[in-house]
């Protein structure tokens, strides 16, 4: 009788195995990154800087967030086009506690048409800390889930800026990812309520970079 109980709780759990892979099949990662079809900006804008970003992170030895399925994650990316410092900051959820960490690194501008190169020479180490469910709570990141893209705004493809900067946004969480880009967006906060929410966003998390209550 022994015996027969552990081959039925075998069963069960091979049985519960099975249907967890069938879920999951059933259920795939919900991935979502601007349509390019019939939208110029998001060929010429959004998806390039999609590419570039991704080349950026193989390099760093970033985990690839569009199939990661084991965490929560958001980074900030600011690319500017000079040989200034770049930074992406990174909001991860490890075992139900939240941190928040600076990565910064130097790209190698050398040659109008030169692959996307970070200089590995002057890669900057990450500084990381822990932030309290409060205060992750507070950067309200529901909203940043339900924006649209540059290129998915009405007449988003009219907001620009000269030698600017592209601020792009990754949300990542085990059932689905969202990738954002905005060009210059502390530029256009008057335009439009999106960029006002995304300086909103990323200033209340420059607040917590600098260790500031976010009520203040």
Known sequence: MKSLNIILFCLILV????????????????????????????KHFDYPYYL?????????????????TSSSEIRIWKIGSNYHPQKIITLKNRNN?????????????????????VDSISTRGKNEREISLNEFTLLMTDQ?????????????????????????IEMNSKEKYKYLFYMCPDLHVSKDSTFQTVVTFTNNVAKLIAGTNLSN
């Open 144 to 168: 940043i889930w339900q924006l649209p893209s540059q290129s998915e705004m009405k007449n988003g493809g009219s907001y620009g800026c000269m030698d600017g900067y592209a601020l792009l």
């Open 97 to 117: 506690i939240w941190t928040i960490a600076v990565l910064t690194y130097y790209l190698n501008h050398k040659g109008q048409n030169a692959k996307v190169k």
């Open 52 to 68: 570039i970003k991704t080349e950026i992170a193989k390099q760093l030895k970033l985990e690839n967030l569009e199939t990661d």
């Open 15 to 42: 049985c519960c195995n099975h249907k967890n892979l069938l879920i999951g099949k059933a259920f795939p990662k919900s991935i979502h990154i601007p349509d390019t079809t019939n939208n110029l900006y998001a």
